[in-house]
């Protein structure tokens, strides 16, 4: 029964990491000296960015993909890990308890690594796809 809980705290832990990214995006949105607008509204102020500030709301954009395929990546993994461990083990003296603590276990010390990886390859396509869908859009505005 633990493991129907899972997608609830994946969805807890997501919202948190989104949270924050907005909280620290915010702050890196505003790096750099205000300068006034040239137009009516110079009350207005623009903030130009350098060309290391771009690069760093680039990656914190592929950070924001990248954390976000990684919890529920780990969820999808513990999931199957102990529906693994439960099928294997539902008819021994154990009945199949125990297997979401197990699951956490197995991927905490042996498969933290690939489930990084896969959701750094995920991120680096939808970050494609969201460049992308921009090019598309600038095209079609043109």
């Not at 129907?4 to 750099?32: D, E, K, N, Q, R």
């Not at 008819?91 to 959701?119: C, E, Q, W």
């Not at 390859?121 to 095209?139: N, T």
Request: glycine residues 8%; contains cysteine; proline residues 4%.
């Amino acid at each position: 029964m633990h493991v129907f809980g899972l997608p609830a705290l994946a969805s807890i832990a997501s919202i948190f990491w989104h949270f924050v990214w907005i909280c620290s995006f915010i702050y890196l949105y505003t790096v750099g000296e205000p300068v006034p607008r040239p137009s009516p509204l110079n009350f207005i102020t623009i903030i130009p960015w350098s060309v290391g500030t771009r690069w760093a709301v680039a990656y914190h954009i592929l950070a924001l993909f990248w954390v976000n395929a990684f919890i529920f990546g780990t969820t999808q993994f513990i999931i199957g890990a102990s529906a693994c461990f439960w099928y294997f083990e539902v008819n021994s003296d154990s009945r199949g308890k125990g297997t979401v603590s197990r699951a956490y276990t197995l991927v905490f010390r042996y498969h933290i690594g690939s489930i990084a990886f896969g959701s750094l390859l995920i991120a680096i396509c939808k970050c494609l796809r969201v460049l992308f869908d921009w090019y598309r859009r600038m095209l079609g505005s043109a």
